[in-house]
């Protein structure tokens, strides 16, 4: 899917800016907006790096990480020929080939990043997004010996599996060898789009776990939520200049999420009433377009039409501590998490630090008592959250925020190790209701769609 209307009139007023810049040399003044990361000058705001796992650097000891940091960061500056590997060259970020990779100090969330380069033959090279591996910057005229695109040209993805949807470049834009190259790449969760020259190149698509790539994939976690910038260099000198970010906010991303991939869904809550909808009615409201969930009543309600497989879209509101829960396949009486295919959870990602301690297959997106969803991609109290979920046979999906945080076939579930060993009679349900689960807590639900497969 190209971009919407809004993203494209966006598009256009950077490319105004950007084609100003591009007539001049060295660093410019970033578009309206955006901040530079690099000052034209000196390597301020950057340290070394390598291909390295950054939630594994965060994990070490503080003395270890800073040992290891500062030994990427001395790297960046050892001599080769009495030349460093990385320098400022008339304002623009020189690189040999040769050193660790150029890594900003800061870590990043959501972003809309711009970046020009400038490789020579046989380059090998690449941007690192949340320092996950990479969007690809090929010599054109390279061979393709292992497989990662390079034929394709730049600006592909380098996901785990060669078959991986999206990850080559939807056309080959690059710009002959010793000219400048232009990305504009924009991220929200783990979905990436790019622009190579203008040209969109890679549309929407979920950059994997490099670092996970030999784990089992019910092991395998999504990247991290916040990470560095790198500048991934070998085999050839590259030059960047001109290199600008522009952080996304949640309401942003929301809207961002919420344009793409609509077709075939249909609303099934009208922002103005309980209109199709069954069971404890007098715990939830409507209130200025969303479904609010009123404060000390539980119960599930249910859109009353019964589903095989079928997708899920809508925005959540949590409060401090808010509790709630996606009802799948629920045959419309009982305890949804164990008479229905499961109840997937609608928590705080901060509940433990009011409540106290949870299992993990209790936190949010976790099919509850079954299969623990991957935690950390929450926008802050307060704010509106995007999530999909997919329920096809057996297996159920949850993406959040743009972040796949379950997929999980639950036919494969050993029912005796799940929570407290209780029984889920309805796991293996073909069909029933979609609802919601309330637990007390005033939980906001608004734009809430359905496609039935």
């Known amino acids: 899917m190209l971009p919407t209307a809004p993203i494209l009139k966006m598009h256009r007023l950077y490319l105004v800016v950007l084609l100003v810049v591009a007539a001049s040399c060295g660093q410019a003044a970033p578009p309206t907006g955006f901040t530079s990361l690099f000052n034209g000058t000196d390597l301020a705001g950057w340290r070394g790096g390598d291909t390295y796992d950054h939630r594994k650097l965060m994990a070490l000891p503080a003395a270890e990480r800073d040992a290891l940091v500062a030994k990427w960061t001395a790297s960046l500056t050892a001599l080769k020929d009495g030349k460093p590997h990385w320098s400022v060259d ?5 690189n040999d080939g040769l050193g660790g990779y150029a890594t900003t100090v800061r870590d990043y969330g959501d972003f809309e990043l711009l970046v020009d380069w400038k490789i020579t033959t ?89 670092y996970d790539k030999n784990l089992p994939p019910a092991q395998r976690r999504p990247i991290p939520a916040r990470g560095p910038i790198q500048l991934q260099t070998h085999g050839g000198e590259t030059r960047w200049r001109n290199l600008y970010i522009r952080e996304i906010g949640p309401a942003e991303a929301t809207r961002l999420l919420a344009a793409r991939g609509n077709d075939g869904f249909q609303p099934i809550f009208n922002g ?75 928590l705080d990602d901060n509940y433990e630090k009011t409540k106290g301690p949870i299992d ?79 637990h007390n807590d005033q939980v906001e639900f608004r734009d809430i769609l359905l496609k039935s497969l």
């Not at 497989?309 to 949804?336: I, M, Q, S």
């Not at 936190?363 to 096809?392: D, K, L, T």
Request: aromatic share 10%; with cysteine.
């Open 122 to 210: 046989g380059t090998d090279s690449g941007l690192y997004l949340r320092g996950v591996p990479q969007v690809q910057i090929w010599d054109p005229a390279m061979p393709d010996p292992k497989g990662h695109g390079a034929a394709k040209g730049s600006g592909g993805l380098w996901n785990n599996a060669k078959t991986s949807p999206g990850r080559d470049p939807l056309v080959r834009a690059d710009r002959p060898v010793g000219e400048w190259n232009r990305f504009r790449v924009i991220m929200v969760g783990s979905r990436v789009s790019i622009w190579l020259n203008d040209q969109p190149v890679v549309d929407h698509v979920i950059l994997e776990n490099f």
């Open 90 to 94: 008339a304002g623009e970020l020189l």
């Open 360 to 438: 993990p297959r209790q936190a949010h997106g976790s099919a509850y008592g079954m299969v623990a969803a991957a935690r950390g991609y929450q926008f802050p109290i307060g704010e509106w959250n995007f999530q999909e979920v997919s329920v096809v046979g057996s297996r159920v999906r949850v993406e959040l925020n743009g972040t796949v945080i379950l997929d999980a076939d639950l036919a494969t579930v050993d029912l005796p190790s799940v929570l407290a060993g209780k029984p889920h009679p309805g796991k293996d349900r073909p069909s029933g209701f979609f609802g919601f689960a309330g």
């Open 272 to 346: 103005k009433n309980l209109d199709g909808w069954a069971g404890p009615l007098d715990a939830v409201a409507a209130r200025d377009g969303a479904l609010v969930w009123q404060k000390g009543k539980g119960g599930t309600i249910y859109w009353n039409r019964e589903l095989t497989d079928f997708h899920a879209r809508l925005h959540f509101k949590l409060p401090t501590a808010g509790n709630n829960g996606l009802a799948l396949r629920y045959p419309g009486t009982g305890d949804p998490a164990y008479v229905g295919m499961c109840e997937l959870q609608i």
